[in-house]
């Protein structure tokens, strides 16, 4: 795949697909969501690698709960109401890497650079993303997918306006289950939405990834996804 292009430029090339193509693109075709049949078998790889994923970081899992009670008063986890699939709500677990009484449950409070609200561990567990390991229990369950649509909160702005309101067909990429990444996260489309051009940006690659999915795009994606936090990720 090409990488995507011209952030000054909302003509930008996403995985194969050149800007005149991206441009011109359907992307509201239900014929090309996925088939039944690729439904069920990513639905088993999720489940047999989140599993997988579970079982062996286990200790990573221990290790992180106990930093997390020696760091701040409060749960381990952190819970926040997000858009699932069909726009259904889900439950979104993480590593809290907030002090309790400032963590944003609603996450319309995007986080930046210096935020006082992170605790000293959290700080580590979002540079390396470690905070988002319990979303692997929300794939177990169903809720989720390993790759798809980052999940966004309900009511999460860009650029200051609803997502909804700065791209008209926003929600068809809750037509699958959402990921713990995705093609707009290893493609540097990632963090806050502070311009109109970065969140549709996201959403055209979201579209793009449904439209094209098969089990060998979503193996590429999570290898580029662990490639990218072994080398200095920022953080999903």
């Known amino acids: 795949m090409n990488s995507i292009t011209g952030h000054a430029n909302e003509k930008f090339v996403v995985g194969t697909l050149n800007s005149a193509a991206a441009q011109s693109m359907d992307l509201t075709d239900a014929s090309a969501l996925p088939s039944a049949a690729q ?30 009670k020696l760091d701040s008063r409060g749960p381990i986890f952190f819970k926040q109401t997000r858009w699932g699939f069909g726009q259904k709500p889900i439950q979104v677990l993480k590593f809290r890497s907030m002090a309790t009484d400032k ?28 905070d988002e390991l319990p ?45 713990i990444t995705g093609l707009a996260q290893i493609r540097g489309w990632r963090g806050p939405t502070t311009d109109p051009v970065h969140a549709r940006a996201r959403v055209l690659c979201d579209l793009y990834y449904i439209q094209n999915y098969n089990l060998w795009l979503d193996l590429r994606i999570i290898l580029a996804t662990i490639k990218n936090e072994m080398t200095g990720g920022t953080g999903l």
């Open 103 to 130: 963590c944003d449950v609603t996450g319309v409070a995007q986080t930046v650079v210096g935020d006082a609200r992170i605790t000293r561990i959290g700080a580590f567990l979002r540079k390396s993303s470690l």
């Open 135 to 179: 979303q692997f229990i929300n794939v177990l369950r169903g809720d989720m997918s390993v790759v798809g649509p980052r999940c966004h909160a309900i009511g999460m702005l860009a650029a200051g306006r609803p997502y909804e309101d700065l791209v008209p067909n926003y929600h068809d990429r809750h037509n699958v289950r959402p990921g």
């Open 39 to 68: 439904s069920i078998s990513k639905r088993t790889f999720d489940f047999a690698f989140s599993l997988f994923v579970l079982i062996l970081l286990f200790p990573v899992f221990l290790m992180i709960a106990i930093a997390i």
